[in-house]
C-alpha cells in the first residue's frame, strides 16, 4: 500500500491548490475530500460487519447509482440532476463585507443560484450604489430571491450573533454564511509595526471572520439543520508578498485558513461543513488603488499566476456556489487557492 507520508498534502487542479484537513485526535474523515481518502479513520465494526458511513442526498439517486436503476426498470426516464446539485433554491444566507466588491459578487452568485434571501453586511450606514444596483438586478430575475443590507461592524461579536438571530427568526433556517469582510495593511516594516494598526486589521479580517462565522453556524444548530460556512482568506495566509510589508495582513489570513480547518473538526458531526477560499490577486477597489499608484505591480502580479493575469470577482461565482451547494456534500476544511 502506498505510504501516506510520501503523498503530497496538495491536490493541484487547473490552478488552485485543494489543501486539507489535517489528521487530528478525533477528527471527521467521512467528510475530507477524496484524495485523502486512503487515510481517513476505519469506520467502526458492528456485528463482525464493517459499518460504512452514509448520507442519503434529497435528489437521490444520483450518477450511475441512477443509471443503474434505469437499466432494471425502462420506465424510469433519465434526466439532468447535476444543475439540481448546484442550486440553492429557498436557502438564506449571510455575506459579510458585501457592500461591493468581491462580497457583492458572491451574494449575487447565491441569488441566481436561487437563494431565498442574502443578507449583506457592510459597515456603511447606507449601501453603496453597486448594492442597489445589484439589488435592482435580483429583482428583476424574478427567480424569488432578494438581498437585503443590515449595517454592521464584524467586529462587534454581540451584534452579529444578534443579527444571525434575527435571521432566523425571521426566515426560520439558516444555510449559508460567507465571511468576506477584510480590510488592508499598512506597508510598515514588521520590526515597527503599531499595536493600533495590528488589532485593527486582526479584529476586522480574524475576529470578524470567526464572529461571521459564529452566527451562521448557532442558527444552523438551532434549527437541527446542515450548512455551509465559507471563510474568505488569501493567498497571503498561505505564502508572503515579497516586496510587501504586510505581516498584519498576512499573519490575520494565515489565521482564517487554520480557523477553517479547527471549525470543520468541531462542526463535521453536526452535518456543517466549513472550508477557505484564498484569492490571488484579483482586481477590486483595494487593489485598484495599489495599482494606482505602483502600476508596476500589474505585471509583477499577473507574472505570480500561472494564467499570466490578476483576476475578477466574477470568476469567484462558481467556487462559492458549489461550496454552498450540496454538490460540494464531501469537503471540509480545505482551502481553495490558486497556484502562487
Known amino acids: 500500500m502506498t505510504n501516506p507520508a510520501h503523498i503530497s498534502k496538495t491536490l493541484t ?30 469506520p467502526p465494526q458492528r456485528g463482525g460487519k464493517l459499518s460504512l458511513p452514509t448520507r442519503t442526498s434529497p435528489l437521490a439517486p444520483l450518477g450511475v447509482t441512477a443509471a443503474l436503476q434505469a437499466k432494471k426498470d425502462p420506465s424510469i426516464k433519465p434526466r439532468s440532476k447535476i444543475f439540481d446539485e448546484f442550486s440553492l433554491r429557498d436557502r438564506v444566507g449571510l455575506v459579510s463585507g458585501a ?22 453586511l457592510d459597515r456603511a450606514a447606507a449601501p ?12 428583476r430575475m424574478a427567480n424569488g430571491s432578494r438581498l437585503e443590507y443590515v449595517s454592521c461592524d464584524v467586529t462587534d461579536q454581540q451584534r452579529v450573533w444578534k443579527i ?74 498561505s505564502i508572503t508578498n515579497r516586496g510587501h510589508a504586510w505581516v498584519s495582513y498576512n499573519s490575520s489570513k494565515a489565521a482564517v485558513i487554520q480557523m477553517a480547518r479547527s471549525m470543520a473538526c468541531e462542526l463535521g458531526d453536526k452535518g456543517i461543513r466549513v472550508n477557505s477560499v484564498s484569492p490571488g490577486h484579483i482586481f477590486t477597489n483595494m487593489s485598484a488603488a495599489e495599482l494606482e499608484t505602483r502600476p508596476q505591480l500589474l ?30 456534500s464531501f469537503c471540509t476544511g480545505s482551502e481553495y487557492a490558486p497556484i502562487t
Not at 489535517?22 to 476505519?42: E, M, T
Not at 509583477?300 to 450540496?326: C, H, K, Q
Request: glycine fraction near 8%; hydrophobic fraction near 40%.
Open 164 to 237: 444571525g438571530e434575527e435571521i432566523g427568526d425571521k426566515e426560520g433556517r439558516f444555510d449559508i454564511g460567507v465571511a468576506t469582510a477584510g480590510v488592508p495593511s499598512l506597508h510598515i516594516n514588521c520590526l515597527d509595526y503599531p499595536h493600533e494598526q495590528l488589532r485593527k486589521v486582526l479584529d476586522v479580517n480574524t475576529c470578524g471572520a470567526l464572529f461571521t462565522a459564529q452566527a451562521a453556524g448557532r442558527q444552523m444548530t438551532r434549527f437541527n439543520m446542515s450548512g455551509s460556512i465559507i471563510l474568505i482568506a488569501s493567498m497571503s495566509g
Open 13 to 42: 487542479c487547473s490552478c488552485f491548490h485543494f489543501r486539507h484537513l489535517p489528521r487530528a485526535p478525533n477528527a471527521l474523515w467521512g467528510v475530507v475530500p477524496p484524495s485523502r481518502a486512503f487515510s481517513r479513520r476505519i
Open 99 to 120: 457592500n461591493q466588491g468581491l462580497g457583492l459578487e458572491m451574494a449575487l452568485a447565491l441569488c441566481e443560484a436561487g437563494a431565498r434571501v442574502v443578507y449583506c
Open 128 to 139: 453603496a450604489q453597486d448594492w442597489h444596483a445589484t439589488r435592482e438586478y435580483v429583482e
Open 299 to 328: 505585471d509583477i502580479w499577473s507574472d505570480f499566476n500561472p494564467l499570466r493575469r490578476i483576476g475578477t470577482t466574477d470568476e469567484f461565482r462558481g467556487v462559492i456556489t458549489w461550496l454552498a451547494s450540496d454538490a460540494s
